[in-house]
């Protein structure tokens, strides 16, 4: 356990072990493996083509899975500096050469297309190009408890469009977040451990090491800068009676469970 004292010998300070960006590989390793299962399920051949649309933050994590055993891959996102997540820890390892691009021609030269595009991604009528051995989509909606958020989310409509004989629901949720989105459920997963912890008796306050990180991503477009920021401790709390941060962290995190549906 990672303690140190406080502003007197009575009060410390315990800090996570578990970083930023362990949340995130968790959250992210969780909706991978549920795809990779069922890609196996439908017995695709290692040579087929799969193009997974969307890199943030499920897409390079699906990828980085897949990469351990399929041989043609394609990411494909309309910003061409995420290509850089793929050199990074985020998602794990990648094992196998992967593709990326930014021509969204290419969307259509998959065997299996996976769409993880959510709000505002993959339309209808893109959608409807597809004829393909197996469409996979991510839902953007987590626990159905946003009426607007379920009258925006149009995965059903593109589904329904996609020819393919194999389609499946990427369907994450569990911790009472709107989306399924890994920053939403990160987000998640700290503010209800911060509620938690601040309800133990002995503590006096408590933070997570989190910024709006998305503006570095996608306004200063600086991977690198993310990944850094989050390299860090994820919780600090300052009590009297110390306790592990990192056996209640797991817990939260395995409440999280991905359906293909």
Do not use: W
């Amino acid at each position: 356990m990672n303690v140190d004292t406080g502003i007197t010998s009575e009060v410390f300070t315990i800090k996570s072990e578990t970083k930023l960006i362990d949340i995130f590989n968790d959250i992210i390793s969780i909706k991978a493996d549920a795809v990779f299962d069922y890609i196996e399920s439908l017995n695709i051949d290692i040579k087929s083509k799969i193009v997974v649309i969307g890199t943030y933050f499920t897409g390079v994590g699906i990828v980085k899975r897949l990469s351990e055993k399929y041989e043609s891959i394609t990411l494909i996102d309309i910003y061409p500096h995420l290509e850089d997540m793929l050199h990074t820890s985020l998602g794990g390892e990648l094992k196998n050469k992967v593709s990326f691009s930014s021509d969204l021609d290419l969307i259509y030269s998959g065997d299996v297309v996976i769409d993880t595009t959510g709000f505002g991604g993959i339309n209808v009528e893109q959608s409807s190009k597809f004829d393909v051995e197996a469409f996979i989509i991510e839902d953007p909606v987590a626990e159905d408890n946003d009426r607007l958020l379920a009258e925006k989310n149009n995965i059903h409509e593109r589904l329904d469009a996609a020819k393919s004989q194999n389609k499946a629901i990427i369907k994450t949720k569990g911790i009472n977040t709107k989306t399924s989105g890994t920053m939403t459920l990160t987000i998640g997963v700290l503010t209800n451990l911060l509620n938690e912890f601040q309800k133990r008796e002995g503590v006096l306050y408590c933070a997570c090491e989190m910024g709006f990180l998305e503006e570095v991503i996608f306004k200063e477009k600086d991977v690198a800068k993310f990944i850094e920021l989050a390299d860090v401790n994820a919780f600090k709390v300052s009590t009297i009676d110390p306790f592990s941060l990192d056996d209640m962290i797991k817990e939260e995190i395995s409440k999280i469970n991905t359906e293909m549906i």
